[in-house]
């Protein structure tokens, strides 16, 4: 891939590429929607991502290039930038902006980037383009960041930049990950564990429902709001900074402040999944894919009925996993609306899998799926 790459940058600048990197996408196991309520989650890296060529200029220009999208945008180096639209480039410029405000000169630049990230599905190919920009400008231009600062860099390009009020999970998972291990990650004091995932004989099959969402577009931003209405409601009673401090129990003594069945039940997905992220780590650590799966299932469960972000598309892939006898748990994974879900396989029968799942989802939604079968793999590298 890097030959190739290299080749695609000569033909695009005309010129030898200088380097290569490579920044994982990532999925969630387990744990969604809490990441911005202070909650833990269970992100893991996975083989799919995003590469990125890069070399300098002498023209004080930085240019955004990709295969995957036909737009290219030119701005002039070290300014101060502000969102263009919807272009992809608004992310990796998002990141340079950040470094500018902190002080660092970024010299003209020309940058090439391919992902094979399905765009839109929930796999993060955003935080894989950011931390990828990010991780290449820090390591090539020895700007000093450790991997924490460029994960609250690239969250604040979502937040302040972007417009999307997410949380720091999917920066940090691509970041962060390890080969055949997941991140237990506390996303309140950013304190984390590494869990063995040993999946034994089965395997992460990742279903893209071919939905895309744009979340700054979705009703994200408004699950965010509904939470912190639950929270100011719990505090009058009780002093929260966020509502994943409240376990199941304590949130029973006071949920009869939250009036609103819809806020409630916003609440009651937030408190009660968190406590799943604790289940499914003990469940790992004791290498109960079982029970794992079954946390699996209550997960989407609550993210279709008391959360609602789920949908039709997703809910038919969950739907024909509980019913072949060869998956022992699914999910929707990211922030649903769309996108993508997770299943645990029985190895042997990824064909078979995938034909009637296809089948299923066909005669459900009218168009197939994309599937495929990824390793848990590493954060970002130089190539």
């Not at 237990?184 to 984390?192: A, S």
């Not at 879900?341 to 939604?365: C, Q, S, W």
Request: with cysteine; hydrophobic share 40%; proline share 2%.
């Amino acid at each position: 891939m890097k030959i190739k790459l290299e080749e695609k940058f000569a033909e695009q600048y005309h010129k030898n590429a200088d380097a290569v990197y490579f920044t994982p996408g990532r999925v969630n196991l387990i744990g969604e929607h809490i990441d911005y309520n202070g909650g833990l989650v269970m992100p893991c890296a996975i083989t799919l991502g995003t590469w990125l060529v890069i070399a300098p200029n002498s023209e004080n220009k930085l240019r955004f290039k990709s295969l995957n999208f036909e737009a290219q945008t030119e701005v002039e180096s070290n300014q101060i930038y502000t969102k263009n639209g919807s272009l992809w480039a608004n992310y990796p410029i998002g990141v340079i902006n950040e470094f500018i405000n902190d002080g660092k000169e970024i010299p003209g630049m020309d940058f090439l980037y391919f992902g094979n990230i399905p765009i839109g599905s929930g796999l993060s190919s955003s935080a894989s383009i950011e931390i990828a920009t990010a991780f290449a400008l820090n390591d090539y231009l020895n700007l000093g960041y450790d991997n924490l600062e460029l994960v609250k860099i690239a969250k604040r390009v979502e937040n302040d930049f972007i417009g999307l009020n997410s949380g720091i999970m999917d920066q940090f998972a691509v970041a962060f990950g390890e080969k055949d291990k997941a991140i237990v990650l506390d996303c309140e004091t950013l304190k984390y564990k590494m869990v063995d995932v040993d999946l034994g004989n089965y395997v992460l099959a990742i279903i893209n429902t071919k939905k895309p969402r744009e979340l700054a577009d979705s009703k994200y931003n408004e699950r965010v709001e509904e939470c912190k209405t639950a929270l100011n409601l719990l505090n009058e009673e009780i002093k929260l900074n966020n509502l994943c401090e409240l376990t199941a129990e304590k949130f029973a003594l006071h949920n009869h402040l939250i009036k609103d069945e819809t806020i409630l039940n916003r609440a009651t997905h937030v408190v009660k999944e968190n406590g799943r992220v604790h289940l499914a780590a003990k469940a790992l650590n004791a290498g109960q894919l079982e029970e794992f799966g079954r946390l699996m299932y209550a997960s989407h469960q609550s993210l279709k009925e008391l959360y609602e972000v789920s949908g039709k598309e997703l809910d038919a892939v969950v739907d024909f996993c509980s019913d072949y006898e060869h998956v022992i748990g699914a999910r929707m994974t990211g922030a649903g609306f769309g996108g993508c879900a997770i299943a645990l396989l029985e190895k042997g029968y990824e064909e078979d899998f995938a034909k009637h799942l296809t089948d299923y989802y066909v005669d459900k939604i009218g168009y197939p799926a994309e599937i495929y079968v990824s390793e848990i793999g590493n954060g970002p590298i130089k190539l």
